[in-house]
DNA sequence: CGCCCACCATGATCTAGATCAAAGAATATT
DNA sequence: AATATTCTTTGATCTAGATCATGGTGGGCG
């Protein structure tokens, strides 16, 4: 969910097992030496010991809501997106987690939502006690879970203006800026940008159906706005269009 | 935004100054004990030293968003509203801080949202600088501080759920219910619930208009859900109906 | 006391986006 | 290669809630 900055940013491309097969996972120590750019080599030995990757198909629930929150997770490859349900199936989406994002963090004892994988995954796991016991000892560690998540907070405000009060185009311009952002700040070309998502999960993320989302998406394509190319790429013609786009300017 | 137990709850009923003078707050300095439960007498009395509380009277702007960020807040009473604004004025209200609530946290230098008062308001003043200061040398505030930003978190997801999936009625019974399960944390009493705010304000958290806001109100006071009272104060009739109509059930 | 102005309610109409339906297109399965 | 399956696109229609318009209401202030 949240987004960091990495000193490195290719995924670990170890041929892992199917799923849940657990090995030490040495691409996440990297990333979490990173998170915790401070700490000292003593720290970060302590911290690589408690570190495990397992590897999920597409399509796999990691935790469902409600579940108790034993485990902190770092993505190591693939997407996550994370859900709420209303008790009639309806569906949000709160996010889409990309390689780096952590996710499962809990202050109460059980997860507040549902996380399915959406690509093939790794995933890294932080027990949650052993977490706890470092944060204690690190404070800086601590500081830099903080700053993480009031980076979440401010995303999931944009994300309430965004689904209170704009436009089918505008979200969809929106989000589109939104995966090409996050693609820049994990070093990745933002353009043409990997739209890994299906419709229906991206319409469950903007508060619209799949119909509309696909609507949208031709409407955008047929006024040159973007292009729809490959792979699901999807090329963005004007950045600054699409930015204006995106915020009904 | 954040919603935390207090030890106690009643506001500081000093007969305070008109807008912009400033005294120290012994008030929040008791709140603040509380967040920081487990601190030392000397760490109190430090932050005690850098507190100060401020009155501002409805409909005053205490920050911008994108003005640089240099005070936290904390609601000593009355309402204060947090909003996001479009290009065009379209707005989102992304909270409604009651007493005991913070404000104005952010990791970057600047806030990202508008911060306005509903009622008259009390605010005790954090300078930042200093609060980071202490941050840096009491672990354990940095840690209260963060199950606070993560309890926002958990919120702020609730409200996308709200946002993006729910009805009309189903969003205005969601408010009257946090508004209710907010003043019962708080230790008032739960109903009838006070509603402080415009319909106008209403509508820009749910992301309705006003007319629609006022037609469900009436709506739900004609179906015997809701009574509506004076003094702004709206009676639930059944808590389990309100439950079950928030959710769709 | 009564006038004002901002808030609220309610009616009439419109529309963005939902819903319903069905035909392609891609991917997986035998 | 043929067939099932799931995803996407497109069309036709419907509707929840927006928009436009108007009158009611209550609290503040001269």
Redesign the interface.
Known sequence: MSTIDFAYSRDANTKADPAAEIHPCSACTVRTLTVCAALEAEELRRLAEILQTTRFDPGHTVFGEGEPAETLYNVTSGTVKVY?L???G???I?GFLLPGDFFG????DSY??TAETVTPVSLCRFPRRRMEAL?DEF?KM??R???M??????A??????L????TAKEKICSFLLLLSQRASRRGHKTNPVHVPMSRADIA?Y??LTTETVSRTFTQLKTSRVISLLEGNKVQIQDMDDLLDLA???
């Open positions: 709420k209303l008790p009639d309806r569906r949000q709160t963090l809990s202050v109460n507040a939502y944060l404070p601590q500081r879970l903080f700053s998540a009031s980076n979440e907070l401010a999931a405000q944009d994300q309430m203006l689904l209170g009060r704009k469950d903007l508060g915020e009904g300017a």
